[in-house]
């Protein structure tokens, strides 16, 4: 089945950056739209970016001008790179296609705080 590997979270202070990774198996990447999501405790899991198969982004607004996602079709992978980061960016990151499917990774773990 389609496996997403997510990793590269940790502990930031606040202004400080990381570069999360997925890596995907067991699916045609290339074709897909893929989105990087997050869950805060408490919350519901939400879209943070989208990358479509042509390289055209979309941001949730409170991530935008600090992140950007990436992809690259021969490793099937794709990128999260968060710059400024906030204690409110404090989450679980997930990886999955665009709209999601049913197939969830482990997660990456991010906190901000000082």
């Known amino acids: 089945q389609v496996q997403f590997v997510e990793s590269g979270g940790g502990l930031v202070q606040p202004g400080g950056s990381l570069r999360l990774s997925c890596a995907a198996s067991r699916i045609i990447f290339k074709i897909y739209t893929m989105a990087w999501y997050r869950q805060a405790p408490g919350k519901q899991r939400e879209l943070v970016a989208d990358?479509?198969?042509?390289?055209?982004?979309n941001y949730v607004d409170s991530v935008k001008d600090r992140f950007t996602i990436s992809r690259d079709n021969a490793k099937n992978t794709v990128y999260l790179q968060m710059n400024s980061l906030k204690p409110e960016d404090t989450a679980t990151y997930y990886c999955n296609t665009y709209p999601r499917s049913n197939y969830w990774g482990q997660g990456t773990q991010v906190t901000v705080s000082s």
């Open positions: 990358i479509t198969s042509g390289g055209s982004t």
